[in-house]
């Protein structure tokens, strides 16, 4: 059983930044891939963005297509968000997801809050 942990979220302005971090217990180098997902106040969970195991390729949601970038650090078992040009839209709870063969795991999430 791996945890994973986020943080970084927060208070911020239209127009910050934040960088969220998701922490594993253990190694993610046997995850296929990792995600991001986020859930407005009163909305379902939506998926955010995908980092597949190469690394090399990241697909985004379109409503966050330009502003959030996926990383991973392998060596300190991370993965990251970096939300640029935040809106109040992009408030919510953001969840990182770790997906591997035979495993499923999700975080507890990290609040973010966009003000106007």
């Known amino acids: 059983q791996v945890h994973l942990v986020e943080s970084g979220g927060g208070l911020v302005q239209a127009g910050g930044s934040l960088r969220l971090s998701c922490t594993a217990s253990g190694s993610i180098f046997s995850f296929n891939a990792m995600h991001w997902y986020r859930q407005a106040p009163g909305k379902q969970r939506e998926w955010v963005a995908t980092?597949?195991?190469?690394?090399?390729?990241?697909f985004a949601a379109n409503s966050v297509k330009g502003r959030f970038t996926i990383s991973r650090d392998n060596a300190k078992n991370a993965v990251y968000l970096q939300m640029n040009s935040l809106k109040p839209d992009d408030t919510g709870v953001y969840y990182c997801?770790?997906?591997?063969?035979?495993?499923?795991?999700w975080g507890q999430g990290t609040q973010v809050t966009v003000s106007s």
């Open positions: 997801r770790g997906v591997g063969v035979g495993f499923d795991y």
């Open positions: 980092l597949p195991s190469g690394g090399s390729t990241v």
